[in-house]
């Protein structure tokens, strides 16, 4: 699953407000800050939404060891 830094760091990247990701992701505002503070638990139907709504915007998730930090990460795909 992602971790809510991978979700802000993408969105970082985008360029995308945290209502923007939310409409797009079909989840509240709310629920995303929430989610991105680290003050909820999230569904993991919640959190494929928000990777889908991500990934359709131009990123892609790293899994632990494919970053140089040797941990999970995110990059806008090439």
């Known amino acids: 699953m992602i971790t809510p830094e991978q979700i802000r760091g993408a969105r970082a ?3 995308m ?3 923007e990701l939310a ?3 079909g989840i509240s505002t709310t629920g995303l800050n929430n989610i991105e503070r680290g003050s909820a638990d999230p569904k993991a139907s919640t959190l494929r939404s928000i990777r889908a709504a991500l990934e359709s915007s131009g990123v892609v998730f790293q899994a632990d060891g ?3 930090s040797g941990g ?3 990059r806008l795909r090439k």
């Open 23 to 25: 409409k797009a992701a």
């Open 17 to 19: 407000t945290q209502a």
């Open 66 to 68: 494919e970053m140089a």
């Open 13 to 15: 990247m985008l360029g």
């Open 72 to 74: 999970p990460g995110v």
